[in-house]
């Protein structure tokens, strides 16, 4: 069985490595700090974790997230025994963390994502499930893991800000029951949901205010973006953190079937992020590199703010909305 692999090669590696990938959201996180507390308790061996860009304020509170490295805190010539991906739908989503991913001598993907190629020597993808700490919550269980309460935190957080705080589709009966369990820990369901839902700051309710208000409509209203610029961040004073939940926004919007954000990047191009009700708006991201779920996904683009949403609007009117 692979779960019984994945413990033998844990067992085995002196040095280990967990990833998360890039614009960290608190299922990535989750995952790596809940899969650092499993190796910790169960092996008794200390890993390092990686972040590549970064860590959003709000998910401070995570235990041992504190304790993760910058890319450019990383030695890149280090070899180490385990890569662990955790959320990592393509290998490109972990930036300059793919070195040392490649230098390894065991890697491991754990995912969730349908559009996962499963790159790695081991991989646990599960397209069904409702997170990547749903997945790792149900290998801990395979193997009989010990399940302290930090770790149930981690994952709790991972499932609950994947599922929309169980309001989305992918809100499964197994994934509420792995959320039950959690809490029996000794998790208050009330704290977990101030940290990820209730955390904002003036100038991102009011940079989110004012990305709502410009919002274009189209086709009937079933097409809706906006747009935010580097500009636009600097006037309110604040980071990307503020664009979270902003597509879901535009999407809750009764007559609208598809939404999407194009977000100008620091260093050029365009992060699109989309949402929908209907299309496969992963299959549109496909084109452009992108990836995620059948109702929720992104991609980077090359190209600036204007040129991507051109892009992006001539891929979506190609479905029936």
């Known amino acids: 069985m692979e779960v019984l692999h994945l413990n033998d090669i844990i067992k085995s590696s002196k040095n280990i490595l967990i990833t998360s990938h890039v614009n960290p959201d608190g299922d990535t996180l989750g995952s790596m700090c809940g899969m650092y507390e499993l190796i910790k308790t169960n092996f008794k061996k200390k890993s390092d974790m990686l972040i590549v860009s970064k860590l ?57 994502h349908k559009t996962n190629n499963s790159y790695a020597e081991l991989n646990f993808v ?44 992918n809100t499964t009966p197994r994934a509420m029951e792995f959320a039950a369990e959690m809490l029996k820990s000794g998790i208050n369901p009330q704290e977990m949901f101030q940290h990820c839902y209730e955390t904002y700051t003036k100038g991102m309710a009011l940079c989110q205010a004012y990305c709502v208000d ?23 004073n604040t980071d990307e953190e503020f664009a979270e939940g902003l597509t879901e926004r535009l999407r809750a919007i009764t007559s609208t079937c598809v939404a999407f954000v194009a977000k100008e990047m620091k260093n050029g191009g365009c992060k699109i992020s989309m949402r ?43 479905h029936e909305l």
């Not at 149930?152 to 800000?161: E, H, K, N, S, W």
């Not at 410009?214 to 309110?236: G, Q």
């Open 56 to 112: 959003p304020d709000k998910y401070t509170f995570i235990p041992n997230v504190k304790l993760a490295k910058h890319i450019e805190e990383i030695d890149k010539s280090r070899e180490y025994d385990l890569v662990i991906n955790v959320d990592i739908a393509a290998i490109d989503r972990i930036c300059d963390g793919k070195i040392l991913f490649e230098k390894a001598k065991h890697t491991v993907n754990i995912d969730h």
């Open 126 to 169: 599960e397209g069904d499930a409702s997170s990547t700490s749903e997945v790792i919550y149900a290998i801990a269980k395979d193997l009989n893991w010990e399940i302290n309460r930090d770790t149930a935190v981690c994952l709790y957080v991972g499932i609950l800000t994947d599922t929309g705080s169980f309001r989305f589709s």
């Open 214 to 236: 410009k919002a274009v409509f189209l086709d009937d209203d079933k097409i809706v973006y906006t747009t935010v610029y580097k500009k636009d961040m600097e006037k309110f």
């Open 276 to 318: 929908s009700k209907s299309i496969d708006v992963a299959e549109i991201c496909g084109i452009f590199g992108g990836g995620g779920h059948k109702f929720a996904a992104g991609c980077t683009m090359k190209s600036n703010v204007e040129e991507s949403v051109k892009k992006i609007l001539a891929e979506i009117r190609k």
